[in-house]
């Protein structure tokens, strides 16, 4: 039985998840970097600044120098990306030690907790689903197929268990409720910990997959965005751009063409190397590119010819891809650098 004390943690205590529409429509740049002056302060819970949402994803970022409370999202698989860092992710389940490139699944009503060892960044994709590997990469057994890009030797999961006696401990859960976006917060304080546990038993758990384990897929002309696919949520998949060979025949042109998108909303996160398409457009590390559903777009002046006889990129990038439009949160409306959609005009 767990005692709860709803009063210490109404909606009022999460941080702002409003939303505004993209309207007028606009590609946009938004500069995470400038959101956090340094970690100290923040946790990677409760510090997290929403950037873009909707009612299936949402998509926030944080610089956390502090431990996190025990935290439980009832409402859907969390996908955390470090971009910088080391700590622990410690789960009911077990620890797993984190660092940079790791991306952290952690499954729907988890408790968990983040403990950092200085300061992370880390890129927060919650869903409002579960979170897997694409549909196409698994056998009928549910087993990675030999042609995914990663398979299950590159999953790292939780430790053993570990057994806490301490009494009276919080855990905040984010839960459906009234609060915007239909999301609110509680506070339960529960008689024992709940690490407190000897074993566990189930094919659910939380587990590691580090970006530099993805294996490139990679051809003679231009490999279309699928090929970069790394999980899927209901309604939005995750994508990464790894440092890779580059089109190969002679008379590919490298960067890719430009494309609308038809049925996606597109956001890349730039974590490192140098992005050849985005070349003389001010994206660099920490930068996110929003290309909605219905904006064409595709490489800036002068990163065709700049890409003409290379045959490697070094570039590192997150893309999330929503079916359903993207509404800017609080952060993403203060990182906006305000004059991205003309970037090309030069
Ligand atoms: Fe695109």
Known sequence: MSRRRSSTCGHGSLPD????????????HLKLHDLFDGGAGHDLVTGRRLVLGNADVRISYVVAAETSPLYRNAIGDECVFIEDGTGTLETVFGHIPFGPGDYLIVPRATTHRWVTDG???????????????????????????EHAPYCE????????????????????????????????GTVHVVPQHPFDVIGWDGCLYPYAFNVADFEPITGRVHQPPPVHQV?????????NFVPRKVDYHPLAIPVPYFHSNVDSDEVMFYVAGNYEARKGSGI??????????????????????????????????????????LELGEAGTASDDGKYAWSWNQ
């Not at 570990?162 to 984010?174: A, G, P, Q």
């Not at 920490?286 to 490489?299: A, D, F, N, R, T």
């Open 17 to 28: 998840r409003s939303t505004t529409p993209n309207e007028p429509l606009l590609a946009r």
């Open 119 to 145: 300061t992370v960044r880390a890129y927060g994709i919650e869903a409002s689903s579960h979170i897997l590997p694409p549909k196409r990469y698994l056998s009928r057994f549910g087993q990675l197929l």
């Open 153 to 184: 030797r590159d999953l790292r999961g939780p430790s053993e268990p570990e057994i806490r006696d301490e009494t009276d401990v919080e855990v905040h859960i984010l839960h459906r409720g009234s609060g915007p976006g239909g999301v609110s």
């Open 231 to 239: 999980f899927e949520g209901s309604n939005f998949v995750i994508c």
């Open 284 to 325: 660099g590390p920490g930068s996110i590119s929003l290309h909605p559903g219905g904006h064409s777009h595709g490489p800036h002046p002068s990163a065709i010819e700049a890409s003409l006889g290379i045959e490697a990129v070094d570039e590192l990038a997150v893309m999330v891809d929503t079916f359903r439009p």
